[in-house]
C-alpha cells in the first residue's frame, strides 16, 4: 500500500488550497481514508475521514472550510482548504485503515494502518 500526498505550499491567510492523495494497493471506496496533520511539537490531529459509505467526519475547527472528497475509480483523496488561517500550519498525513468504518476510532488514530509522508502546508502573509 502506498499512499502519496502532493499539492501542499504556501498560502496567504484566507486563501486556498487542494491537497490530494494517490492510492495504491488499497481502495478509498472500500475502506476508511482521510487526512490527519502534524505540527512539530504537537500531537498529530484528525483533520477528516471518509468511510465506505462516503460518510464524512471533520474536526470542529475545519468544518465549513475544508471538504474531503474522493475519485472511486482514480483511487485518489482530495482535501479542499478554504479560508485558511495560521493554525492550519502544518504537515498534512493522507491516512487509511483496514476498515470500512472510522467511527471506531476517530478522532483519534490508533486504527489507521497506513500513513503518507506527508505534504506541508503554510499558511502565512
Known amino acids: 500500500v502506498q499512499l502519496v500526498e502532493s499539492g501542499g505550499g504556501l498560502v496567504q491567510p484566507g486563501g486556498s488550497l487542494r491537497v490530494s492523495c494517490a492510492v495504491s494497493?488499497?481502495?478509498?471506496?472500500?475502506?476508511?481514508s482521510g487526512w490527519f496533520r502534524q505540527v512539530p511539537g504537537k500531537k498529530r490531529e484528525g483533520v477528516a475521514v471518509?468511510?465506505?459509505?462516503?460518510?464524512?467526519s471533520y474536526q470542529k475547527s475545519v468544518k465549513g472550510r475544508f471538504t474531503l472528497f474522493r475519485d472511486g475509480p482514480k483511487n485518489i483523496l482530495y482535501l479542499q482548504m478554504n479560508s485558511l488561517k495560521y493554525e492550519d500550519t502544518a504537515m498534512y498525513y493522507c491516512v487509511a485503515a483496514m476498515s470500512a468504518e472510522c467511527y471506531t476510532f476517530w478522532p483519534g488514530s490508533d486504527g489507521l494502518d497506513y500513513w503518507g509522508k506527508g505534504t506541508q502546508v503554510t499558511v502565512s502573509s
Open positions: 471518509i468511510d465506505s459509505d462516503g460518510v464524512i
Open positions: 494497493g488499497f481502495s478509498v471506496s472500500r475502506y476508511c
